[in-house]
Nanobody, 118 residues
Framework: VQLQASGGGLVQAGGSLRLSCAAS????????IGWYRQVPGSHRELVAK???????NYADSVKGRFTISRDIEKDTVYLQMNNLKPEDTFVYYC?????????????WGQGTQVTVSS
């Protein structure tokens, strides 16, 4: 599975960005697609995820500001980020989690930098 992430950039506090994660396979075949973020040298934290059934989960820090969605025809998952804050400045990564025969497989896209200026 290949994931192509895009949409990062520099934005002022209060602004918006939309990240895209395009998958090389049907997103219906992927159990969970999520967005994570990471400061270099630190761990990756979950931002939001969406299951193949359409259920979503969000980190408390982004609830009410970020929305994860998908376009099935384009095999793409989006992360709409509104009311951005300087503390949202991270490299954002797209992740695909697949479970086959009881074994979990993780696939990662390349990171996309989001920088929020105050």
């Amino acid at each position: 599975v290949q994931l192509q992430a895009s949409g990062g950039g520099l934005v002022q506090a209060g602004g918006s960005l939309r990240l895209s994660c395009a998958a090389s396979i049907s997103i219906f075949s992927i159990n969970v697609i999520g967005w994570y973020r990471q400061v270099p040298g630190s761990h990756r934290e979950l931002v939001a995820k969406i299951t193949s059934g359409g259920n979503t989960n969000y980190a408390d820090s982004v609830k009410g500001r970020f929305t994860i969605s998908r376009d099935i025809e384009k095999d793409t998952v989006y992360l709409q980020m509104n009311n951005l804050k300087p503390e949202d400045t991270f490299v954002y990564y797209c992740n695909a989690e697949m479970i086959r025969g009881g074994v979990k497989f993780d696939f990662w896209g390349q990171g996309t930098q989001v920088t929020v200026s105050s």
